[in-house]
Structure formats: structure tokens, C-alpha cells
């Protein structure tokens, strides 16, 4: 590959594409709904997930059994602390809201899906097309695809199936550990 060549090579620049803004409007819109959740909250500690868990287990039974007893016996009404109605309010949101979060965990799991089936698309078409690049360098008549084969293939890497010697060099790494056992 020539210098000119090279250069030209190294200094491809990919435009932003319009995958990538349309994603951002996304998030950014992602973002203005959590100011449409009542009691949203980002949790500020990573210990005070295990303590929302080991509380979100308390039965909900339990949970209305003690605000009734709190409307019906004033020594148990504590200064500061949620009403019987509050709590119930509280109980009612977390029931209401808990299919929309798993609605959103299995979208995110559709977005994730579907952002690994593009890029597998995407492998695919270029893996076809190095190998038709690698057969047609091998003619004659399209011996200027020679360069690109080669850069495609350092940009690859070592990906391909191993060697029979590096197959058994790793066998023969594994077999005096099996012998320890």
C-alpha cells in the first residue's frame, strides 16, 4: 500500500449519523418522563438498594393491618410519620407502577436485542465482503484488492479458527491441571 494510500485510510472519518440524534431525542425524552412519575427517586447509595428489598418484602396485608390499627388507636400515631392514607396511597403507587417497569426492563431488552441483531447484520455484510475481497485478490484482474485485503485483515484480527498446533498446545496446558485434581 502506498504512502497516499495510507494516509487516505487512516483519516476516514465516519459522519455522525442520524441514528445517533434520534437516540438522544429519545433519552432526552426518557428523561422529561421521569418529572411525570410521582414519588420517582435516584437512589443516592448502593446499599440502599438491599434496604428498599429486604423493606419491599414486608406482605402488603401487614403493611394495611398497621394502618388500620394507627386510624383506630391514637397511641400509635407517631409525629412526622405518613398518614394511614399516605401509606396506603403509597402501596396503591407501587401497585400501579410495577408493570410499568417491567414493561420498561423487557423494552430495554428489545432495544438491546435489536442494537446486536443490526451490529450482526452489519458483521455479516462485512464478513462476506472480505471473503469476496480475499478470493478476487487472488486473480489477476483484481490484484489492486491485494491492500484492502490486507488492511481488512489486520483490522479483524485474530478471529478465525485456531491452527491444530494451538489447539493442541492448549490441550496440552489443560491436561497437567486434570491431573491435579
Given at each position: 500500500?502506498?504512502?497516499?494510500?495510507?494516509?487516505?485510510?487512516e483519516?476516514?472519518?465516519?459522519?455522525?449519523?442520524?441514528?445517533?440524534?434520534?437516540?438522544q431525542?429519545?433519552?432526552?425524552?426518557?428523561?422529561?418522563?421521569?418529572?411525570?412519575?410521582?414519588?420517582?427517586?435516584?437512589?443516592?447509595?448502593?446499599?440502599?438498594?438491599?434496604?428498599?428489598?429486604?423493606?419491599?418484602?414486608?406482605?402488603?396485608?401487614?403493611v394495611?393491618?398497621?394502618a388500620?390499627?394507627r386510624?383506630?388507636?391514637?397511641?400509635?400515631?407517631?409525629?412526622?410519620a405518613?398518614?394511614?392514607?399516605?401509606?396506603?396511597?403509597?402501596?396503591?403507587?407501587?401497585?400501579?407502577?410495577?408493570?410499568?417497569?417491567?414493561?420498561?426492563?423487557?423494552?430495554?431488552?428489545f432495544?438491546?436485542?435489536?442494537?446486536?441483531?443490526?451490529?450482526?447484520?452489519?458483521?455479516?455484510?462485512?464478513?462476506?465482503?472480505?471473503?469476496?475481497?480475499?478470493?478476487?485478490?487472488?486473480?489477476?484482474?483484481?490484484?489492486?484488492?491485494?491492500p484492502?485485503?490486507?488492511?481488512?485483515?489486520?483490522?479483524?484480527?485474530?478471529?478465525?479458527?485456531?491452527?491444530?498446533?494451538?489447539?493442541?498446545?492448549?490441550?496440552e496446558?489443560?491436561?497437567?491441571?486434570?491431573?491435579?485434581?
Amino acid at each position: 500500500m502506498s504512502t497516499q494510500e495510507k494516509a487516505v485510510s487512516e483519516n476516514i472519518e465516519i459522519p455522525a449519523s442520524s441514528h445517533s440524534e434520534a437516540a438522544q431525542a429519545f433519552v432526552d425524552q426518557l428523561r422529561r418522563m421521569r418529572e411525570t412519575i410521582p414519588h420517582f427517586v435516584i437512589p443516592t447509595l448502593k446499599s440502599g438498594r438491599r434496604t428498599l428489598n429486604s423493606l419491599t418484602s414486608v406482605p402488603a396485608a401487614f403493611v394495611e393491618l398497621t394502618a388500620v390499627a394507627r386510624t383506630n388507636n391514637v397511641a400509635l400515631v407517631r409525629g412526622g410519620a405518613t398518614t394511614p392514607a399516605e401509606t396506603r396511597d403509597l402501596m396503591s403507587y407501587g401497585e400501579a407502577y410495577s408493570p410499568v417497569a417491567d414493561e420498561l426492563e423487557a423494552f430495554a431488552q428489545f432495544i438491546r436485542y435489536s442494537i446486536a441483531a443490526a451490529k450482526a447484520a452489519a458483521a455479516d455484510e462485512a464478513l462476506n465482503t472480505y471473503a469476496l475481497a480475499r478470493r478476487l485478490a487472488r486473480r489477476a484482474a483484481h490484484a489492486d484488492l491485494a491492500p484492502h485485503v490486507a488492511d481488512m485483515r489486520r483490522a479483524l484480527g485474530n478471529r478465525g479458527r485456531r491452527s491444530k498446533a494451538a489447539a493442541a498446545r492448549k490441550g496440552e496446558q489443560a491436561a497437567p491441571s486434570e491431573e491435579k485434581s
